[in-house]
């Protein structure tokens, strides 16, 4: 039988294992220190304390957030450390669309609340840059502008990350990439205007990710044509 896109890139992220070629593990290692660091220099820029004070509850009630700023259900941890990580615009890029500050705060919130192992959570790294860049090799040029590609490919590199995390299985990690390019989406209006929102989509992307997965653990359907659907992502 054929493959759809979304199965494909689920069975690829559901397969990823830490035996890796050293110079990718390396990699992976790197995108994590790389983006921790540069998120310790986000109070300078003041947009973390907009996300944190969005989201944050009493230290103890959920996923921690970066820094020492309180904790969150894992989701909406995944929004504030996303918006955290890319606050001082530091972060790596691929084509227009920038993968670790999806990646990884989706991976962190993921793998704190399921207790995940370092190998695990590095593989998550992997699956979750390899799915976004898949998508983002194809179509940055034919979805930015109008669209934000952080926005638009964030999402499903997010779920693939943290359905790795989570330990699904191929179809259901298909399940979730299906969900994350349903939700996915972010204009480029407040780039001519000046103003914050493009900030923030970050932590969207990252949020979706992890809501994906966890939806599809929880047993919810998606199309299987979520990319290629006469009303699908493409």
Same mark, same amino acid.
Do not use: C
């Given at each position: 039988?054929?493959?759809?896109?979304?199965?494909?890139?689920?069975?690829?992220?559901?397969?990823?294992?830490?035996?890796?070629?050293?110079?990718?593990?390396?990699?992976?290692?790197?995108?994590?220190?790389?983006?921790?660091?540069?998120?310790?220099?986000?109070?300078?820029?003041?947009?973390?304390?907009?996300?944190?004070?969005?989201?944050?509850?009493?230290?103890?009630?959920?996923?921690?957030?970066?820094?020492?700023?309180?904790?969150?259900?894992?989701?909406?941890?995944?929004?504030?450390?996303?918006?955290?990580?890319?606050?001082?615009?530091?972060?790596?890029?691929?084509?227009?669309?920038?993968?670790?500050?999806?990646?990884?705060?989706?991976?962190?919130?993921? %793998?704190?609340? @399921? &207790?995940?192992?370092?190998?695990? !959570?590095?593989? +998550?790294?992997? $699956?979750?840059?390899?799915?976004? #860049? =898949?998508?983002?090799?194809?179509?940055?040029?034919?979805?930015?502008?109008?669209?934000?590609?952080?926005?638009?490919?964030?999402?499903?590199? %997010?779920?693939? @990350? &943290?359905?790795?995390?989570?330990? !699904?299985?191929? +179809?259901?990690? $298909?399940?979730?990439?299906?969900? #994350? =390019?349903?939700?996915?989406?972010?204009?480029?209006?407040?780039?001519?205007?000046?103003?914050?929102?493009?900030?923030?989509?970050?932590?969207? %992307?990252?949020?979706?990710?992890?809501?994906?997965?966890? !939806?599809?653990?929880?047993?919810?359907?998606?199309?299987?044509?979520?990319?290629?659907?006469?009303?699908?992502?493409?």
């Amino acid at each position: 039988m054929t493959s759809t896109i979304s199965q494909r890139l689920g069975a690829f992220a559901a397969n990823v294992t830490y035996d890796l070629p050293q110079a990718v593990q390396d990699r992976a290692k790197a995108t994590l220190l790389h983006a921790i660091v540069v998120g310790a220099g986000a109070h300078a820029t003041g947009f973390d304390t907009h996300a944190v004070q969005a989201v944050s509850r009493e230290p103890g009630a959920g996923t921690g957030l970066l820094g020492g700023r309180g904790s969150a259900a894992a989701p909406l941890a995944a929004f504030a450390n996303s918006i955290i990580l890319h606050s001082r615009v530091q972060e790596d890029t691929h084509g227009t669309f920038h993968p670790g500050v999806t990646v990884i705060p989706a991976v962190l919130a993921t %793998a704190q609340e @399921a &207790a995940t192992n370092g190998p695990t !959570l590095l593989s +998550a790294i992997v $699956a979750g840059y390899e799915a976004g #860049a =898949a998508l983002s090799r194809a179509l940055t040029d034919r979805a930015t502008p109008p669209h934000r590609a952080t926005g638009v490919f964030g999402p499903v590199a %997010a779920a693939a @990350a &943290a359905a790795r995390v989570l330990e !699904l299985d191929a +179809a259901t990690t $298909a399940t979730a990439i299906s969900i #994350a =390019a349903a939700m996915s989406g972010g204009s480029t209006e407040s780039f001519g205007a000046g103003t914050q929102e493009w900030h923030f989509q970050s932590g969207q %992307a990252a949020m979706t990710g992890v809501l994906a997965a966890r !939806l599809a653990q929880s047993g919810a359907v998606a199309s299987t044509s979520a990319f290629e659907g006469a009303g699908g992502y493409l």
